[in-house]
């Protein structure tokens, strides 16, 4: 069994920045990739960010390449998302998850993943 914590949703302005946070605990942590999807309301939940176990490859949805920023470190049991040039687009509850052992990479599909944080909210105002 894996726990993760989701933190540091909050309000933002358009244009600006927030980092995400998400610590596990439980089982073996570092043997799994882990992703960052996210749900907006009446939407369903969408791949956003992917990395490996090792933190050598990542892997972005089209819509945040380029803004977003997935890593991790191991030693404290922790993935983050640092989330830049926030638009209102990316207004959703964040959740972070711990892929499926042996799954394929990238891992991007939601039924890959095996544990699943508890979310944090993330709105971006104009």
């Known amino acids: 069994q894996v726990q993760l914590v989701e933190s540091g949703g909050e309000l933002v302005q358009a244009g600006g920045s927030l980092r995400l946070s998400c610590a596990a605990s439980?089982?073996?942590?570092?043997?799994?990739?882990m992703g960052w999807f996210r749900q907006a309301p009446g939407k369903e939940r969408e791949f956003v960010a992917a990395?490996?176990?090792?933190?050598?490859?990542?892997y972005y949805a089209d819509s945040v390449k380029g803004r977003f920023t997935i890593s991790r470190d191991n030693a404290k049991n922790t993935v983050y998302l640092q989330m830049n040039s926030l638009k209102l687009e990316d207004t959703a509850v964040y959740y972070c998850?711990?892929?499926?052992?042996?799954?394929?990479?990238?891992?991007?599909?939601?039924?890959?993943?095996?544990?699943w944080g508890q979310g944090t909210q993330v709105t971006v105002s104009s």
């Open positions: 998850a711990t892929a499926q052992y042996g799954s394929s990479w990238p891992t991007v599909r939601p039924y890959e993943y095996a544990y």
């Open positions: 990395i490996t176990w090792s933190g050598g490859s990542t």
């Open positions: 439980g089982r073996t942590f570092n043997n799994h990739a």
